[in-house]
């Protein structure tokens, strides 16, 4: 089974600590830069229906804009209220200077 890897941004297009909103394929997608380690979620929080790439980083937790719950970045767990249902992450790779998401 043969892996596909998808180019959606270059790293420096993903402000340390903050968020961009690429697409895979017709999926909105969250990167996010944590202290250089680049995250992949989906960007439509599973509450509310808002991009997180509008929230607010705290540490390792992503803030949605609408309704203040939380997911953690890595995991994709829903860890703040409202938010009870988990977002879904995506693999992520680096290649010369690339991120590449797994399809």
């Known amino acids: 089974m043969s892996e596909n890897w ?3 941004a270059d790293v420096f297009d993903v402000p340390e600590d903050g968020t961009l909103l690429v697409n895979l ?7 996010y830069n ?12 599973t509450h509310g229906q808002a991009r997180l790439t509008d929230g607010f980083i705290e540490g390792e937790e992503i ?12 995991t994709g767990k ?9 977002i ?3 693999a992520v790779k680096i290649k010369d ?6 399809e």
């Open 6 to 8: 998808v180019k959606v």
């Open 25 to 31: 394929g017709v999926e909105p997608v969250c990167l």
């Open 34 to 45: 944590l202290g250089g380690k680049i995250f992949a979620t989906h960007d439509t929080c």
């Open 63 to 74: 803030e949605c804009p609408l309704h203040q719950g939380k997911f953690h970045i890595a």
């Open 78 to 86: 829903a860890v703040g209220v409202p938010c009870t249902e988990d």
């Open 88 to 90: 879904r992450t995506y």
């Open 97 to 102: 200077g690339a991120v590449l998401l797994k």
